[in-house]
C-alpha cells in the first residue's frame, strides 16, 4: 500500500505515460478506437482506489491537493494557446449560428432533465451536472476545472463520466449513422452547402514556415508559462475574488478557485492571438496535464459508490433528446445543413477528439472546421458549464 505523497504522484504520473503508450503504439486495435485513453486512465484508477492500493493519509492528501490544484489553471492555458479567435471568425456566419445553437440547445437540455429528474438527484447533484455541462460544452479538460472551481468531491464525479462517457459513445454512433442521409436534411432545411469546401480549403492550409517539429526549448517554454500562470493567476485571485465577493455576496462561483480558472483561461485566450500560438506542443503538453489531472481525480473515487448508474444514463439521453430536438427546429429556421449541425453537436460534445471524427466522414478537406469549433467548446466550456451549474443551483434551492 502506498502511504508517501511522493509515490502516490509518482505512481500516476508513470501509469498515465504507460497508458498513453499503449494507445499510441496500438491506437489502430478494436479497444482503442471504441475506449479513449482518458476512459482507460479514470477506469484503471477507480479499480486500483476500490481495492486501496494507497492510503488516504496527510502526506497522499496534501499531494493530491497540490498538484492537482496547480495543475488545473496550468492545463487550461496551455490548451487555450491553441484557439485563436481570429481563425475562428473565418468559420463564417452559419457555422457559428451552429456552434452557438449546438451549445445553447445543450445547456436547455441540462435546465430541461434537471427539472424533470432532479428529485432523483443527491442535494448537491446539481454540481456534477454543471462540471458534465462544461464537458459537453467544452471537452474533459473542462469538466475537471468545473470540478475544481466548484469543489466537488471525486467520489461524486463517478456517475458524471459514466454519462459523459457512454452517452457520448452512442450519440457519435447515431450522428455518423446520419451522413448518408444529408442530403434529404439539407433538402427539407433548404440549404446551399456550395460555401462548405471553400471554407475547408482555406482552413487547411498551412503556411510554409510554420514550425511543427517539437523541440526542448518549446516543451520547457509551455509548461513554465502553464505554471507561471497557474502561479499568477492564483495569486491575482486571492484579490480579485474577495472584492467580487464585497459587491455580489459569498458564492461558489465567486471563490478564488473558480477565479484562478476564469483568470487563467483569459491569460489562455489572449495568449492564443500572439506568437505563442505557433509553439509546437501545446496540444500534447495539455493533454498530458489532463491525464494526471484525470488520473488524480479518478484516484478517489471508488466502484462501490455507483448504483444508481440507470437513473444517471437516462438522464444524460434526455439532455441528447432535447438538444437533438431543438437543433433540428433551428436548422430548419436558419437553413443550416446536416454537416453543420452534426459537427456542431459534437465539437460540443467530443471535443477535439470527436468533431474531426464526423467532419471526416463527410470530406477529409472539411476536418479543419470540426476541429477549430472544438476549439471554440474550450474557450466555452468553463464559462458555459458554470453558468448552467448556476441555474441547477437556483433550481435545486442551493
Not at 44 to 55: K, N, V
Not at 193 to 219: F, P, W
Amino acid at each position: 500500500m502506498i502511504t508517501s505523497g511522493f509515490a502516490y504522484v509518482a505512481f500516476l504520473f508513470c501509469f498515465a505515460g504507460v497508458v498513453a503508450t499503449l494507445e499510441m503504439k496500438y491506437k489502430d486495435t478494436t479497444f482503442f478506437k471504441y475506449v479513449p485513453t482518458p476512459v482507460v486512465l479514470y477506469v484503471m484508477c477507480m479499480i486500483f482506489a476500490t481495492f486501496d492500493l494507497w492510503e488516504k493519509t496527510d502526506s497522499v492528501n496534501a499531494a493530491y491537493r497540490v498538484v492537482r490544484g496547480n495543475l488545473i489553471p496550468a492545463m487550461i492555458f496551455v490548451m487555450l494557446l491553441r484557439c485563436d479567435i481570429r481563425k475562428i471568425l473565418k468559420l463564417g456566419p452559419r457555422m457559428l449560428i451552429g456552434f452557438f445553437s449546438a451549445t445553447i440547445t445543450i445547456m436547455i437540455g441540462f435546465v430541461v432533465m434537471f427539472a424533470l429528474m432532479k428529485n432523483g438527484f443527491p442535494p448537491e447533484g446539481w454540481k456534477t451536472w454543471g462540471a458534465l455541462a462544461g464537458s459537453w460544452i467544452g471537452g474533459t479538460a473542462n469538466m475537471v476545472a468545473i470540478q475544481g472551481a466548484l469543489g466537488i468531491n471525486d467520489s461524486a464525479m463517478g456517475y458524471t463520466l459514466l454519462v459523459d462517457n457512454v452517452n457520448y459513445s452512442i450519440w457519435v454512433i447515431l450522428l455518423l449513422a446520419t451522413v448518408p442521409y444529408a442530403k434529404f436534411f439539407n433538402k427539407w432545411t433548404k440549404t446551399d452547402t456550395s460555401t462548405i469546401d471553400s471554407v475547408g480549403l482555406m482552413l487547411s492550409e498551412v503556411k510554409e514556415n510554420t514550425r511543427t517539429k517539437m523541440e526542448t526549448a518549446d516543451l520547457a517554454l509551455l509548461i513554465g508559462a502553464g505554471l507561471a500562470v497557474s502561479a499568477l493567476s492564483a495569486w491575482l485571485a486571492s484579490f480579485v475574488s474577495p472584492m467580487l465577493m464585497d459587491v455580489f455576496g459569498k458564492s461558489d462561483f465567486l471563490s478564488v478557485s473558480t477565479v484562478t480558472i476564469i483568470i487563467a483561461t483569459i491569460f489562455g485566450i489572449l495568449c492564443a492571438m500572439t506568437p505563442m500560438n505557433s509553439i509546437p506542443g501545446s496540444s500534447p503538453v495539455s493533454m498530458t496535464m489532463l491525464y494526471i489531472i484525470i488520473c488524480l481525480i479518478a484516484s478517489r473515487a471508488s466502484f462501490k459508490e455507483l448504483t444508481d448508474a440507470p437513473y444517471y444514463l437516462a438522464a444524460g439521453f434526455v439532455i441528447l433528446g432535447v438538444h437533438a430536438l431543438l437543433m433540428a427546429i433551428i436548422a430548419k429556421i436558419f437553413k443550416i445543413d446536416l454537416f453543420t449541425c452534426a459537427v456542431a453537436s459534437l465539437a460540443n460534445i467530443g471535443a477535439v477528439a470527436a468533431a474531426p471524427i464526423i467532419a471526416a466522414a463527410y470530406k477529409e478537406t472539411l476536418v479543419p472546421i470540426g476541429v477549430l469549433m472544438a476549439l471554440m467548446g474550450y474557450v466555452c466550456g468553463t464559462a458555459g458549464g458554470l453558468f448552467v451549474a448556476k441555474l441547477l443551483s437556483m433550481m435545486a434551492g442551493a
